[in-house]
């Protein structure tokens, strides 16, 4: 008895660890760094990016070297004859050197091809990124679309129960009533759209994670509003720095002359050193030389006569630098582009933030509690009473969409620039402004902020962004 007491504690302790593991994953919050992490270690496009790269790292050995020596074998079918005797085979080997310089130069080409790839794999590397936040911002804002909506379900609910209320002492019609459970089922709708949209962007996911689509991820983590307080001219100093197509079409650049050089050298010649050694044997004579094997030593050199090819050779590496220069100078100025008009997107995302935090929001929710107390005083209509619900609806949504927007912005700026575009140096101060959560104000002493918001005209506005 006692034994079987002590297994079934045993079972018991082992499930509660179990149930306690799962709440405990179930509960804790996908991070975006921990995905990131992820994406760079399982991604199959940067996985093979990389092995592009380190595959032409191993080229410049090769194109250093010497070209392998050649060793013949001849066999006289009729000796010649000497005075020594009969020659009846002969062994050379010879080697090629090419003129000094050659083959350092060949090697610093193919180093400028390996750091083009080497940056080529870097833009990989943020390209995933990118799109790996992007879909990240995607789930955040689905979350909360998702959340928002079940809580307004709840108000909804509860404005039924006083339309029904009311309907049954006489106050109100069966219509509200039946507007109200209409409004709900287009809530249960939304709720049901956005899942799907979360799914779909949840597939995405997996996929820049190398992992099979249906893979649930759960609830992320919470995203401060960004913090960006950089000036346009730093933006575009650093694009010019860190962007990695830029600097990948440098070592472009600096390939291309490497390979104008090479050309210009090849103008001079080559040496080519040969060693035979002539098999000999007995001859007639009574002489001590008589029947002894000879060799020889020679040297020879290629004479580039063809001045026709080798001009052609080299006027084509000094057009390639003119083009590989023409192509920096392009993408040079659409980065520069790109960054300007992020730059004032970004802005203008901070701006609609705080139109929705400290404006929209608390007229709505002002509007729908006016609203509310009317309609239980008699004085206004369930239909405005709706109206008024769902544009808090819509400004709740419409707040979080705008903090996904802007991060969406700032991860795509970041990835235009080549750098984090939200870090400070050490004891650099924090605009006041730039130190407020994304989570909605609880009052609406913010009201006092904004002034003269045209209410219904901004949420409109807001609600055709959404969608």
């Given at each position: 008895?006692?034994?079987?007491?002590?297994?079934?504690?045993f079972?018991?302790?082992?499930?509660?660890?179990?149930v306690?593991?799962?709440?405990?994953?179930?509960?804790?919050?996908?991070?975006?760094?921990e995905l990131?992490?992820?994406?760079?270690?399982e991604?199959?496009?940067?996985k093979?990016?990389e092995?592009?790269?380190?595959?032409?790292?191993?080229?410049?050995?090769?194109?250093?070297?010497?070209p392998?020596?050649?060793?013949?074998?001849?066999?006289?079918?009729?000796?010649?004859?000497?005075r020594?005797?009969?020659?009846?085979?002969?062994?050379?080997?010879?080697?090629?050197?090419?003129?000094f310089?050659?083959?350092?130069?060949?090697?610093?080409?193919?180093?400028?091809?390996?750091?083009?790839?080497?940056?080529?794999y870097h833009?990989?590397?943020a390209?995933?990124?990118?799109?790996?936040k992007?879909?990240f911002?995607?789930?955040?804002?689905?979350?909360?679309?998702?959340?928002i909506?079940?809580?307004e379900?709840?108000?909804l609910?509860?404005?039924?129960?006083?339309?029904?209320?009311?309907?049954?002492t006489?106050?109100?019609t069966?219509?509200?009533?039946l507007k109200?459970?209409?409004?709900?089922?287009k809530?249960?709708?939304?709720i049901?759209?956005?899942?799907q949209?979360?799914?779909?962007?949840i597939a995405?996911?997996?996929?820049?994670?190398?992992?099979?689509p249906?893979?649930?991820?759960?609830?992320?983590e919470?995203?401060?509003?960004?913090?960006?307080?950089?000036?346009?001219?730093?933006?575009?100093?650093w694009?010019?720095?860190?962007r990695?197509?830029?600097?990948?079409v440098?070592?472009?650049i600096?390939?291309?002359?490497?390979s104008?050089k090479?050309?210009?050298?090849?103008?001079l010649?080559?040496f080519?050193?040969m060693?035979?050694?002539?098999?000999?044997g007995?001859?007639?004579?009574?002489?001590?030389?008589?029947?002894r094997?000879?060799w020889?030593?020679?040297?020879g050199?290629?004479?580039?006569?063809?001045?026709?090819?080798?001009?052609?050779?080299?006027?084509?590496?000094?057009?390639?630098?003119?083009?590989?220069?023409?192509?920096?100078?392009?993408?040079?100025?659409?980065?520069?582009?790109w960054?300007?008009e992020?730059?004032?997107?970004?802005?203008?995302?901070?701006e609609?933030i705080?139109?929705?935090?400290?404006?929209?929001l608390?007229q709505?929710?002002?509007s729908?509690?006016?609203?509310e107390?009317?309609?239980?005083a008699?004085?206004?209509?369930?239909?405005?009473?709706l109206?008024?619900?769902r544009?808090v609806l819509?400004?709740?949504?419409?707040y979080?969409?705008?903090?996904?927007?802007?991060?969406k912005?700032?991860?795509?700026?970041e990835?235009?620039?080549?750098k984090d575009?939200?870090?400070r140096?050490?004891?650099?101060?924090?605009?006041?402004?730039?130190l407020?959560s994304?989570?909605?104000?609880?009052?609406?002493d913010?009201?006092k902020?904004?002034?003269?918001t045209n209410?219904?005209?901004?949420i409109?506005?807001?609600?055709?962004?959404?969608?």
């Amino acid at each position: 008895m006692r034994k079987k007491i002590i297994v079934f504690s045993f079972i018991m302790v082992f499930l509660n660890s179990v149930v306690a593991i799962s709440q405990e994953t179930e509960s804790r919050k996908v991070v975006l760094s921990e995905l990131i992490q992820t994406a760079l270690s399982e991604n199959p496009q940067i996985k093979a990016a990389e092995e592009e790269w380190q595959a032409s790292l191993e080229k410049i050995p090769q194109v250093k070297s010497l070209p392998d020596p050649m060793l013949s074998y001849a066999h006289f079918g009729q000796s010649v004859e000497t005075r020594l005797g009969p020659q009846r085979n002969k062994i050379s080997i010879s080697q090629i050197f090419p003129f000094f310089g050659k083959l350092s130069i060949k090697g610093d080409v193919a180093s400028s091809q390996a750091s083009m790839l080497e940056y080529q794999y870097h833009a990989v590397k943020a390209d995933v990124i990118l799109k790996l936040k992007q879909a990240f911002f995607s789930l955040y804002w689905f979350d909360k679309a998702i959340k928002i909506s079940q809580e307004e379900k709840e108000v909804l609910q509860r404005l039924a129960r006083i339309a029904q209320k009311k309907y049954e002492t006489g106050q109100a019609t069966q219509q509200d009533v039946l507007k109200a459970h209409l409004e709900i089922s287009k809530v249960l709708d939304k709720i049901l759209a956005l899942k799907q949209g979360r799914k779909a962007v949840i597939a995405r996911m997996n996929s820049l994670l190398n992992k099979p689509p249906d893979i649930y991820i759960g609830e992320v983590e919470e995203i401060d509003v960004p913090d960006f307080q950089v000036e346009l001219n730093e933006l575009y100093e650093w694009a010019k720095e860190s962007r990695p197509e830029l600097i990948k079409v440098q070592h472009l650049i600096a390939k291309n002359k490497k390979s104008l050089k090479l050309a210009k050298k090849n103008y001079l010649p080559d040496f080519r050193i040969m060693f035979d050694y002539i098999d000999i044997g007995g001859g007639t004579t009574a002489s001590p030389e008589d029947g002894r094997n000879a060799w020889m030593g020679s040297i020879g050199i290629n004479i580039p006569i063809w001045r026709k090819r080798l001009r052609a050779a080299e006027a084509e590496e000094a057009t390639k630098i003119k083009a590989s220069e023409s192509l920096y100078r392009n993408m040079e100025n659409e980065t520069l582009s790109w960054i300007n008009e992020l730059f004032f997107e970004v802005k203008t995302g901070e701006e609609q933030i705080n139109l929705y935090k400290y404006s929209l929001l608390p007229q709505a929710e002002q509007s729908f509690k006016a609203s509310e107390i009317g309609y239980l005083a008699g004085r206004v209509d369930f239909l405005n009473l709706l109206e008024s619900e769902r544009m808090v609806l819509m400004v709740k949504i419409g707040y979080f969409k705008a903090i996904s927007n802007l991060s969406k912005s700032l991860a795509r700026l970041e990835r235009i620039v080549g750098k984090d575009v939200l870090s400070r140096p050490e004891g650099e101060s924090v605009k006041p402004e730039a130190l407020f959560s994304p989570e909605l104000p609880d009052n609406l002493d913010a009201n006092k902020k904004v002034n003269g918001t045209n209410i219904k005209n901004k949420i409109k506005q807001g609600a055709k962004e959404n969608e």
